[in-house]
């Protein structure tokens, strides 16, 4: 990496947050995340692997088994019982969290919004969701109150804060009192984010790689403050939290004993009654 190539790469770091980047003329950056995961592609290519889609796709962008795991995790602070029946997701993409939250709770309902049109239309075909029209800032085809759970997984770290802070109300907005959030972030202070910040870049699909891609890392400070008054920081639980790199958990043994040091991560969690709640009414939990 040339000094200017290392000096444009700390200037869009900072200005990441705001939705800018600095370019070459005539270069075309990976703005969203639409295109991120090529629909036509993918389902040839998890049909020729003899794979569901979304185990495809888990395996592929990430490492099997780590959608499960965080579905486990939502499962583990309650968010997943019998009693949830309608449930509203953000970027769904190839339905790999809806998938197993539908087995998991098996809801009444359950709404979609994503602004990949492929995928919102294959999600709502295969899995017999409802799927709304995503503007990228509002949930605003749900009605207020009317969701026991609302989760996004995947999403806010690719969009700009503000555009986080605006999905957070309105998350707030459609969950019902006593109800759950689950919004997933990436930590700023994790070995992740400090082998992002020193390697050089690498591909995250066919063809963009992780420097075409925006990714917001925050530490919990700055989450909170992402929070509207209606929500309340309740519980956090870690899936990668001393993994530097998924394909350690591809290395025989190693990758046996990471996964083991990851499961002894406990939930930390701390219950508020939000002060803008009636008294004697929950504060709903974000997490």
Request: aromatic fraction near 8%.
């Amino acid at each position: 990496m040339t000094v200017g190539q290392a000096l444009l790469r700390g200037v869009n770091r900072a200005l990441g947050p705001l939705g800018f980047r600095l370019g070459r003329s005539g270069y075309v950056a990976f703005e969203d995340y639409r295109g991120f995961i090529p629909f036509a592609r993918t389902l040839a290519e998890a049909q020729a692997a003899g794979l569901s889609v979304t185990d495809y796709v888990d395996s592929h962008y990430n490492v099997a088994g780590a959608t499960q795991a965080t579905v486990d995790r939502m499962a583990e602070m309650g968010a997943l019982h019998a009693g949830v029946e309608r449930v509203c997701e953000l970027g769904p993409g190839s339905g790999r969290y809806l998938e197993k939250v539908q087995k998991a709770c098996r809801p009444t309902a359950y709404e979609v919004y994503e602004t990949a049109l492929d995928w919102r239309d294959y999600v709502v075909r295969t899995f017999g969701v409802v799927g709304h029209d995503a503007d990228g800032v509002s949930l605003k085809q749900t009605a207020d109150g009317s969701c026991d759970l609302v989760h996004a997984h995947k999403v806010f770290p690719g969009v700009p804060f503000l555009s986080t802070c605006r999905y957070l109300v309105e998350m707030a907005r459609v969950v019902r009192p006593g109800g759950h959030v689950i919004a997933e972030f990436y930590n700023a202070r994790s070995l992740r984010h400090l082998v992002k910040r020193i390697k050089p870049p690498t591909a995250v699909s066919h063809t963009t790689h992780d420097e075409h891609v925006f990714t917001r890392y925050d530490d919990a400070s700055a989450i909170r403050r992402y929070l509207p008054p209606e929500l309340d920081w309740v519980a956090t639980r870690g899936i990668r939290v001393i993994t530097p790199l998924a394909g350690v958990l591809r290395v025989p043994l190693l990758g046996a004993a990471v996964r083991w040091a990851e499961q002894q991560d406990k939930p930390r969690s701390r219950v508020r009654p939000s002060r803008d709640l009636p008294r004697g009414q929950p504060g709903q939990p974000a997490c």
